[in-house]
């Protein structure tokens, strides 16, 4: 018997679940980021501005905006696939897909 749910398919609506619950957060720390990445950045070119030589100019200015840049990084990092028994008679078959991929995801 197939499982109700396949590994690449718990991938995805896991994937849909977490991009889902990022989006609806408040993100107070990418605005003050972006905020400070702005200042530093002003503060760079009023340094530069009287130079004549400006060959650091291009190397800071990436790494401020390496430094400061907002960004939410997903990997996925292990897995494993667990199969549950459990009485029919109880449990509705969304409980099952719903075990499966709580305990896919917590792998």
Known sequence: MAGLVQPTSAVRRIKQYLLGDISNRKHEWADEATKRMN???ILL???????????????????IKEQYQPAIELSFINGGIFYLQNDTQKNKPEDNVFRFILGFWCA
Do not use: G, M, Q, S
């Not at 070119?45 to 790494?63: I, N, Q, S």
């Open 45 to 63: 070119d009023r340094f530069y501005e009287e130079e004549e030589v400006r060959e650091d100019y291009d190397l800071e200015k990436k790494a």
């Open 39 to 41: 200042e530093d950045l």
